[in-house]
């Protein structure tokens, strides 16, 4: 049973940093081949894709995906021989208060034009609180 868990979140002063980790479970030898994704849900907002590492499609492996928000800020990396995935962030902000989600999927489509698509397993996420 594929699993994904979010852990490193909690509360940051603006300005700081965080890293998230999301370990992957169930996945046998495939983790290495799968689209790694990480989201976020602010408050009364919509979910949002704001980076991906893509590795399944030989046309775009090891390509990064950033939200126009975090790019320059946010780093999405993986760390293979312990099936965790990583997002690094640096000077944070209010803005950047959610519930950080992670999500892998065997074959994405990578985002394009602002859109973020399907993801086959998702973790539960863990909330990030930044403050003023």
């Known amino acids: 049973q594929v699993q994904l868990v979010e852990s490193g979140g909690g509360l940051v002063e603006t300005g700081g940093s965080l890293t998230l980790s999301c370990a992957a479970s169930?996945?046998?030898?495939?983790?290495?081949?799968?689209?790694k994704c990480w989201f976020r849900q602010a408050p009364g907002q919509e979910r949002e894709g704001i980076a991906c590492l893509s590795v399944s499609d030989p046309k775009w492996r090891g390509n990064t995906y950033y939200s126009a928000s975090v790019q320059g800020r946010f780093t999405i990396s993986s760390d293979n021989a312990k099936n965790t995935f990583y997002l690094r962030m640096v000077n944070l902000g209010p803005q950047d208060t959610a519930v950080y989600y992670c999500a892998a999927d065997p074959d994405f489509r990578p985002p394009s034009g602002g859109v973020w698509y399907h993801m086959d397993h998702w973790g539960i996420g863990t909330l990030v609180t930044v403050s003023s």
């Open positions: 169930g996945f046998g030898d495939d983790y290495a081949e799968y689209d």
